[in-house]
């Protein structure tokens, strides 16, 4: 139940949105504000210059900003310059651009800000009016990555498909366009890219049922320029008409059946990155459609371009080359994690790499120029594959890893080695600064399954994944997730340093010449380690967990960090941190300086207590609405009903004691412009009272479990 009784951290939201009816808050004209931004400035982009102009700091997204005013010797003098809170307890991911003394980025619900990167003066802000329903449609919360910014203008993607320009001075609308088909399951929560005056942008929704692609646009008029599938139209089906028409038979001969039932998915929803030296676009591309192979495809096939890296021609879209990680993907392993361009030194040469750590767990590094694998080795343990074979560049799977016979427990999951968190690279240790985590999943076919359109399609049995009821299994299964910082020798292919955590979600990273890396983690400890040893040197509490990559950039002389603080995405939203956390703070940017000393303080949200219904249920009829409930509404609410923070805990639900407010807000959809649609095409009245009759026994459960603690 995606944003189920999202009302009262939506509250805010609605306040905004009444303030800025007309979709935007014009508090200051900036005078050529990113105007010096042009095609020959982002090709030529260079941290040492004290500005971020791109999503990854340069075209090479290293992440590695080259300055050293904060060091590993003074980093402990570093404070809170200005700060500035968002209207939103959702996920915060953005990373902002710093042009021309302003800082640009975006929140949850696809709003754009602009600040006064020294001050943090708010100058305007643009609010998309993302209608609020549309949170159904997406998997990993209503997040959004961040904005592109070029000759004057600033490009965002919103969450329902449209690719928007705007004034980067005023914060006016220049131009927007649909990019998808808002019939269908397609969202954005990607960066665009300006690549040659085109926008790049790709789009989500594989798990419900669409067909992938990454479109380039005229960055002047928003006039489409060319569109890439990465998967080929049904069998029969005519040519899209579009760059990817010249490799369909290609892609078509690792398909069977009928695959676009589900769309076959293969969607573009985050790495795309522009190669200079050889004028190509690398484009990264997600799982399949369902999931599970048996379905999508029939077990046959590798399913191009499911799971890979395409090389894409910059200038027209055409295919060039393309690596599969893990051909007939079935584990929603995507490889649409960040891509860092360097060259680095191979056997005595020098070699123009990119280097990605998808989903799957292995590291690659891959030759620009053609394609072919150099090396992949695993960067946690695999239980779902032994080695890649260089020779082949296909995975070695273990028995039973396609789950053919019986359940199968994989190390790496759905949730990946490594997800969107981006990673760094230092040129000054020659280590990869990567976010990992260590969460396994059951995976086993779902002998009942049915498509459902417009929803879920992923041919897995969740009953497999349930949380335990019993307060010790609870804490004892999330012991076993892990998350770590890991600094990574890409050539040698082994781990130098590591940080460990006691939670599997940690936040992206940036590296700097200072010998810095500075990463966030999900219970809100904003830190700074040295990147030759992995010493922790200085940390900052948030009061909210941070999942978003900082950047570095300079004003007047003077360094500043900032990070994007705010709890959310695809784990916090189905995963409890722990047994009962308390409500998500709104989210905020925070900006760091030596000697800052700006006030700063977040008062925690009590909870409300559990909604005890003294209605009786039946056991099955709690049994079956377990069932209903996990395949229905844990992915935005939290396996076993116990709430993750960021959306409502639907044990304390005032609605949990009245059947008909119940009924009204699942069935019917009283909340849909707070996130929460109605379930009537999926559930009948009889459906959303035994999941009712569950959330309360869990309800129920969870009071007694707070008075034997003694809370």
């Given at each position: 139940m995606h944003g189920f009784m999202a009302g009262q951290h939506a509250f805010g939201r609605l306040i905004l949105a009444a303030v800025l009816a007309s979709g935007i808050a014009a508090c200051k004209k900036v005078e050529n504000s990113a105007s010096s931004v042009t095609a020959e400035s982002l090709a030529n982009a260079d941290t040492a210059s004290g500005e971020w102009l791109t999503h990854g700091g340069t075209y090479d997204e290293q992440r590695f900003a080259k300055l050293e005013q904060i060091t590993a010797e003074n980093v402990g003098d570093l404070g809170l310059a200005w700060s500035a809170e968002f209207d939103t307890n959702r996920g915060q991911e953005a990373t902002p651009i710093v042009a021309d003394g302003v800082l640009y980025t975006t929140t949850a619900w696809s709003k754009v800000f602009a600040f006064d990167a020294k001050t943090g003066e708010q100058l305007w802000s643009y609010d998309p009016e993302v209608p609020g329903e549309t949170a159904f449609k997406g998997c990993c919360d209503i997040v959004n990555r961040g904005v592109a910014v070029y000759d004057g203008k600033v490009f965002f993607g919103a969450f329902d498909g449209r690719l928007i320009a705007l004034d980067a001075g005023s914060g006016e609308e220049v131009w927007s366009t649909v990019t998808v088909d808002q019939s269908k399951p397609y969202t954005i929560t990607g960066a665009p890219r300006v690549v040659k005056g085109k926008v790049?942008?790709?789009?989500?929704?594989?798990?419900?049922?669409?067909?992938?692609?990454?479109?380039?646009?005229?960055?002047?008029?928003?006039?489409l320029a060319w569109r890439f599938y990465t998967v080929p139209p049904g069998p029969g089906a005519k040519a899209d008409g579009a760059a990817s028409d010249d490799v369909i038979e290609k892609m078509r001969a690792t398909w069977a059946g009928d695959w676009s039932e589900f769309g076959g998915g293969g969607t573009?929803?985050?790495?795309?990155?522009?190669?200079?030296?050889?004028?190509?676009?690398?484009?990264?591309?997600?799982?399949?459609?369902p999931w599970n192979h048996k379905i999508r495809s029939q077990g046959k096939g590798d399913n191009l371009f499911v799971s890979s890296v395409v090389a894409l021609d910059a200038e027209t879209g055409k295919y060039k080359w393309h690596y599969?990680?893990?051909?007939?993907?079935?584990?929603?392993?995507?490889?649409?994690?960040?891509?860092?361009?360097?060259?680095?030194?191979?056997?005595?040469a020098q070699r123009k790499v990119m280097m990605q750590a998808p989903k799957n767990g292995f590291f690659y590094v891959i030759d620009r120029k053609d394609g072919k694998l150099i090396s992949a080795?695993?960067?946690?343990?695999?239980?779902?594959?032994t080695s890649v074979d260089l020779a082949t560049g296909r995975p070695v799977e273990a028995p039973n890893a396609r789950f053919e016979n019986g359940p199968f427990l994989a190390l790496p999951s759905a949730l990946g080695a490594h997800n969107w968190h981006p990673m760094a690279y230092s040129p000054k240790t020659n280590l990869v600064y990567l976010p990992a985590q260590e969460?396994?999943?059951?995976?086993?076919?779902?002998?009942?399954?049915?498509?459902?359109?417009?929803?879920?399609?992923?041919?897995?049995?969740?009953?497999?994944?349930?949380?335990?009821?019993?307060?010790?299994?609870?804490?004892?299964?999330r012991a076993m997730l892990k998350g770590q910082l890991i600094a990574w020798d890409p050539v040698a292919q082994k781990e130098i340093w590591r940080v460990q955590?006691?939670?599997?979600?940690?936040?992206?990273?940036?590296?700097?010449?200072?010998?810095?890396?500075?990463?966030?983690?999900?219970?809100?400890?904003?830190?700074a380690f040295s990147a030759d040893k992995g010493e922790k040197l200085w940390s900052f509490d948030a009061g909210t967990g941070i999942i978003a990559a900082p950047i570095s950039y300079t004003i007047d002389g003077e360094q500043y960090v900032a990070v994007m603080a705010g709890y959310g995405g695809a784990y916090p939203l189905s995963s409890a941190f722990v047994?009962?956390?308390?409500?998500?703070?709104?989210?905020?940017?925070?900006?760091?300086?030596?000697?800052?000393k700006a006030p700063y303080k977040i008062e925690p949200i009590e909870n409300a207590p559990f909604n005890i219904v003294e209605q009786e249920f039946a056991p099955a009829t709690v049994q079956a609405g377990m069932a209903l409930y996990e395949t229905n509404c844990g992915v935005c609410h939290s396996g076993g009903a116990i709430g993750s923070g960021v959306l409502p805990d639907l044990r304390r639900s005032g609605y949990l004691s009245d059947a008909e407010a119940w009924k009204a807000v699942v069935i019917d959809g009283?909340?849909?412009?707070?996130?929460?649609?109605?379930?009537?095409?999926?559930?009948?009245?009889?459906?959303?009272?035994?999941?009712?009759?569950f959330v309360a026994s869990k309800a129920k459960l969870g009071a007694e479990q707070e008075k034997a603690d003694g809370n």
């Open positions: 790049l942008i790709g789009n989500g929704g594989a798990e419900y049922g669409v067909r992938g692609y990454v479109s380039a646009y005229d960055a002047d008029s928003g006039d573009v929803w985050d790495a795309i990155v522009y190669d200079q030296e050889y004028d190509q676009v690398l484009i990264g591309v997600g799982n399949g459609s599969q990680g893990t051909p007939g993907e079935t584990w929603d392993f995507t490889q649409t994690q960040p891509i860092i361009l360097a060259d680095l030194e191979i056997e005595g080795r695993n960067f946690v343990p695999t239980t779902w594959a969460v396994p999943f059951a995976y086993t076919d779902d002998k009942a399954f049915k498509p459902r359109e417009g929803g879920w399609n992923i041919g897995m049995d969740y009953l497999a994944n349930g949380v335990p009821e019993d307060p010790a299994q609870f804490r004892a299964l955590y006691d939670g599997p979600w940690n936040g992206g990273v940036l590296a700097t010449a200072g010998n810095l890396v500075f990463q966030g983690n999900a219970k809100g400890e904003f830190a047994d009962n956390p308390r409500p998500m703070p709104n989210g905020r940017l925070l900006v760091f300086k030596l000697g800052g009283s909340l849909k412009d707070n996130g929460m649609v109605g379930f009537a095409k999926f559930l009948s009245a009889q459906d959303a009272e035994a999941i009712r009759a």
